[in-house]
């Protein structure tokens, strides 16, 4: 698959000393089944001076936590090729959306070729069942033993005699060159198409494992020999009773049939990183850059720091960068799973990827190649998706037994026919032992949770979430307690704003006190002072310079602005000069009572107005909480700010509790006692200040501003800054789960329930046999089943 490489650091301290870890993923080509990527999997994690490490059937990749001291990522290499099955170096230097590019044309070719080999195989297998017939209806078998093979015998009493009327001469053509027709045919197609079943059935022999291709290549590989045999001595066989019949088109069939299902497996898989192809897709290939007073268009890779990038109309814009002239709205749903497309005017942030719509941007290229934000969340979800989770070691302590116990059973099978029905004879014997054989499908195992996984993380990718992984997903299911931080999570963690109140008595309008009052807080720096310039320049007012200018701590600033003289504080500020604040004490006390700010304004000596300011609630805040109290989880608001703001604010949103004047070194605290009281618990900050509380939880979830993605401080990331992806992650999980438990109930319970009836246990009670042929297409549809079930998260509504 295709040749990346991802390199990180971890530093591993232990009493003695530090050692420094890395991590590198390559690619492994050859696994086809879960007893192929556990034996891979084992070897790996065996090797000297590896800690850790993960191999994915899904992704034919392995990623490695190794002691660089010990090995190398060329000894790990060597490692994987030692055990049977292809391994390659990363390509250095190749960008992850490249490499993605890569791995989808693989898999593309992958399919197409399988697909070919698959039809080709079943139209090789239904000549021979045709061609069989006539050697299936010759008249002088007599008492001679024949198998029992219910397709077969369907078969002869419904197609036989249609054959006979459409082609006469078929009858007529001699046993021996019929024989000899179809054993050429058979090596044709075995030769071709099932060539890489018996390949790696012998590598697997050489290392002393066994997987899916053993069986198979057992399956059909005993059926084509004892075919072979009947053609070259049929007398010989005659003369034991045992009548000289072939096997050439169940063998072909059955390589067929599996076939199909691993061309319907792979175009599942392909479907199931949909959305990490659509993400690679969204990058351009060129660029149209401004040089010299000229215009070029050069390849995305040839774009330099701080190039400035024209975009049209209806053309996606193609690295991340800030906006220096024109104005237009922005398709960034993609990415942010937000459907309303954003405004971008001078100064503002675009995306790379993202699309513009209605007008013309210049912008100034800021992060480049795997800087960019579409980089990292492509290089993300190939991490996740290539990730386990916990409920995989069950599939891999079945798979590590599966197959040597499948081949156990058939050799009991075969000793129970001969020794409890000696009367049905060697060949029934030996058709049961190759049914059991065939039936038995260790691939449905091993795909029940990668499949799950991959879709999930690219359902929640599409809505604005990207989920470190399985482990995360896996965790998420049993959250019960969610911690929100206020400022930024369930606030815009910006002040507004929100109200302006007049003294009816004063002299100056509603514009005049803002002006004015915006002109003086030019000068200072405070978050509520810039709210108010901010708020000025919103509602088109010009603000002219302050003439003078005084801070105050703790009181607020004063100075004189186009000569009038301007306080601006609280009511003690305001107090000291003899003004009265009662004309709107009413009005300060209920913002107050609020969580709002007031801000106090005299003009000249007199009380002109309030300014109230607040750190406003998302528009989603209340509805995201309502959504997680439906879905059963207790809701912690947990602040630095004062109790009697941050009651307000919870009040209103309808969090279930709050603690409030906790500064961030005590929020890990609060974290491990809601631990300890409650059960599993999730908290959502910014990622930054709230970094070691996020670590502590159970579950960290981070705010991302879609355009500055600090993505490695939880486990998940919110892409649109608001909480309804919260109750969204925790919906996904629980869906993924759901899903993940159906897909290993039904693959075990496909082979509990398959084997026994493959092995003859039904023959007794109903006469029921099953044939070599339908037990290949029952493995080659249980995997796919597997698959598709998997398939249906990317259906799953979260919101």
């Known amino acids: 698959m295709s040749n990346t490489i991802t390199t990180e650091a971890a530093v591993s301290r232990d009493a003695d000393s530090a050692t420094t870890l890395e991590k590198v993923s390559f690619p492994v080509t050859g696994m086809t089944c879960a007893a192929c990527q556990s034996f891979v999997q084992r070897t790996l994690a065996g090797a000297a001076g590896v800690q850790d490490a993960t191999v994915n059937l899904m992704l034919h990749n392995a990623t490695v936590t190794f002691d660089p001291r010990v090995t190398s990522p060329a000894g790990l290499v060597d490692t994987v090729r030692g055990t049977g099955y292809g391994a390659e170096l990363p390509v250095a230097n190749e960008s992850v959306l490249a490499a993605q590019e890569k791995n989808d044309e693989e898999q593309l070719?992958?399919?197409?070729?399988?697909?070919?080999?698959?039809?080709?195989?079943?139209?090789?297998?239904?000549?021979?069942?045709?061609?069989?017939?006539?050697?299936?209806?010759?008249?002088?078998?007599?008492?001679?033993?024949?198998?029992?093979?219910?397709?077969?015998?369907?078969?002869?009493?419904?197609?036989?005699?249609?054959?006979?009327?459409?082609?006469?001469?078929?009858?007529?053509?001699?046993?021996?060159?019929?024989?000899?027709?179809?054993?050429?045919?058979?090596?044709?197609?075995?030769?071709?198409?099932?060539?890489?079943?018996?390949?790696?059935?012998?590598?697997?022999?050489?290392?002393?494992?066994?997987?899916?291709?053993?069986?198979?290549?057992?399956?059909?590989?005993?059926?084509?020999?004892y075919s072979a045999a009947t053609t070259i001595a049929p007398d010989f066989f005659i003369s034991h009773g045992i009548a000289p019949d072939v096997y050439y088109e169940?063998?072909?069939?059955?390589?067929?049939?599996?076939?199909?299902?691993?061309?319907?497996?792979?175009?599942?898989?392909?479907?199931?990183?949909?959305?990490?192809?659509?993400?690679?897709?969204?990058?351009?290939?060129?660029?149209?850059?401004?040089?010299?007073?000229?215009?070029?268009?050069?390849?995305?890779?040839?774009?330099?720091?701080?190039?400035?990038?024209?975009?049209?109309?209806?053309?996606?814009?193609?690295?991340?960068?800030?906006?220096?002239?024109?104005?237009?709205?922005?398709?960034?749903?993609?990415?942010?799973?937000?459907?309303i497309p954003v405004e971008k005017t001078a100064n503002d942030r675009v995306i790379g990827g993202t699309l513009n719509q209605r007008g013309s941007l210049q912008y100034?290229?800021?992060?480049?190649?795997?800087?960019?934000?579409?980089?990292?969340?492509?290089?993300?979800?190939?991490?996740?998706?290539?990730?386990?989770?916990?409920?995989?070691?069950?599939?891999?302590?079945?798979?590590?037994?599966?197959?040597?116990?499948?081949?156990?059973?058939?050799?009991v099978t075969f000793a129970a026919?001969?020794?409890?029905?000696?009367?049905?004879?060697?060949?029934?014997?030996?058709?049961?032992?190759?049914?059991?054989?065939?039936?038995?499908?260790?691939?449905?195992?091993?795909?029940?949770?990668?499949?799950?996984?991959?879709?999930?993380?690219?359902?929640?990718?599409?809505?604005?979430?990207?989920?470190?992984?399985?482990?995360?997903?896996?965790?998420?299911?049993k959250v019960d307690t969610v911690v929100l931080d206020k400022t930024g999570t369930v606030t815009a963690g910006r002040p507004e704003v929100t109200d302006v109140h007049l003294n009816l008595s004063g002299s100056f309008s509603r514009d005049d006190v803002i002006r004015l009052a915006?002109?003086?807080?030019?000068?200072?720096?405070?978050?509520?002072?810039?709210?108010?310039?901010?708020?000025?320049?919103?509602?088109?007012?010009?603000?002219?310079?302050?003439?003078?200018?005084?801070?105050?701590?703790?009181?607020?600033?004063?100075?004189?602005?186009?000569?009038?003289?301007?306080?601006?504080?609280?009511?003690?500020l305001i107090e000291r000069y003899s003004i009265s604040i009662a004309p709107l004490a009413s009005a300060a006390e209920q913002a107050a009572e609020q969580g709002r700010t007031p801000l106090w304004v005299a003009i000249d000596g007199a009380l002109s107005g309030v300014i109230v300011v607040a750190d406003t609630i998302k528009p989603t805040s209340i509805a995201a909480i309502r959504q997680l109290h439906r879905e059963g989880i207790y809701v912690v608001m947990l602040t630095g700010d004062n109790e009697h703001t941050a009651r307000a604010i919870a009040r209103e949103v309808g969090v279930d509790d709050v603690i409030a004047g906790v500064l961030p070194q005590g929020k890990v605290d609060v974290i491990r006692c809601l631990q300890a009281e409650r059960g599993i618990v999730a908290m959502a900050g910014d990622g930054v200040n709230d970094a070691p509380a996020l670590a502590q939880a159970d579950v960290g979830i981070t705010m991302a501003s879609g355009s500055d993605v600090a993505m490695e401080a939880g486990d998940v990331t919110l892409m649109r800054s608001d909480l309804t992806g919260i109750a969204a992650a925790i919906a996904l999980s629980r869906g993924t789960m759901r899903v993940i438990r159906q897909n290993l109930f039904w693959a075990l319970a496909y082979n509990v329930v398959g084997i026994p009836i493959a092995a003859g246990i039904l023959y007794p009670v109903c006469g029921l046999l099953l044939s070599p042929v339908l037990a290949s297409a029952a493995m080659a549809f249980s995997s796919f089943s597997v698959v598709t079930n998997s398939l249906r998260l990317s259906r799953l509504k979260l919101g």
Request: net charge positive.
């Open 109 to 225: 070719r992958e399919y197409q070729q399988l697909r070919w080999k698959a039809w080709v195989s079943v139209l090789a297998g239904v000549v021979a069942m045709v061609a069989s017939m006539p050697l299936m209806s010759m008249s002088s078998v007599g008492d001679l033993q024949r198998m029992k093979d219910p397709f077969m015998n369907w078969s002869m009493r419904v197609l036989d005699p249609a054959l006979r009327k459409m082609a006469p001469w078929l009858y007529s053509v001699s046993d021996n060159s019929i024989r000899w027709f179809l054993f050429a045919l058979s090596i044709f197609i075995i030769g071709w198409a099932g060539r890489r079943f018996y390949l790696k059935a012998w590598s697997a022999l050489l290392h002393k494992t066994a997987d899916m291709n053993t069986l198979v290549a057992l399956g059909t590989g005993t059926a084509f020999l």
């Open 518 to 572: 915006a002109a003086l807080e030019r000068a200072s720096e405070h978050p509520l002072g810039e709210a108010v310039v901010r708020h000025a320049t919103e509602c088109g007012l010009s603000v002219p310079q302050p003439e003078g200018f005084e801070s105050m701590t703790g009181h607020g600033v004063s100075g004189i602005v186009e000569g009038h003289a301007i306080l601006i504080g609280n009511p003690a």
């Open 417 to 477: 026919w001969r020794f409890f029905a000696p009367g049905a004879g060697v060949m029934q014997a030996f058709a049961a032992a190759v049914t059991v054989l065939v039936i038995a499908c260790p691939c449905a195992m091993g795909l029940a949770v990668p499949t799950a996984v991959m879709v999930a993380t690219g359902r929640g990718a599409t809505f604005g979430l990207l989920i470190k992984g399985g482990d995360a997903l896996q965790r998420l299911e």
């Open 364 to 411: 100034r290229a800021t992060m480049l190649g795997a800087e960019s934000t579409l980089a990292q969340i492509v290089r993300l979800l190939r991490d996740a998706q290539g990730s386990r989770a916990p409920i995989q070691n069950l599939a891999d302590r079945i798979s590590a037994i599966f197959v040597p116990s499948v081949l156990g059973l058939a050799i």
């Open 250 to 339: 169940a063998g072909l069939l059955i390589i067929g049939l599996v076939l199909v299902g691993n061309t319907l497996e792979s175009r599942a898989k392909g479907h199931t990183a949909l959305a990490l192809g659509k993400l690679v897709q969204l990058q351009p290939k060129t660029a149209r850059v401004l040089r010299k007073g000229e215009e070029h268009d050069v390849p995305i890779d040839a774009i330099q720091h701080r190039d400035i990038i024209l975009v049209r109309p209806g053309e996606r814009i193609p690295t991340d960068g800030e906006v220096v002239s024109g104005s237009s709205s922005v398709d960034e749903s993609m990415l942010t799973g937000e459907s």
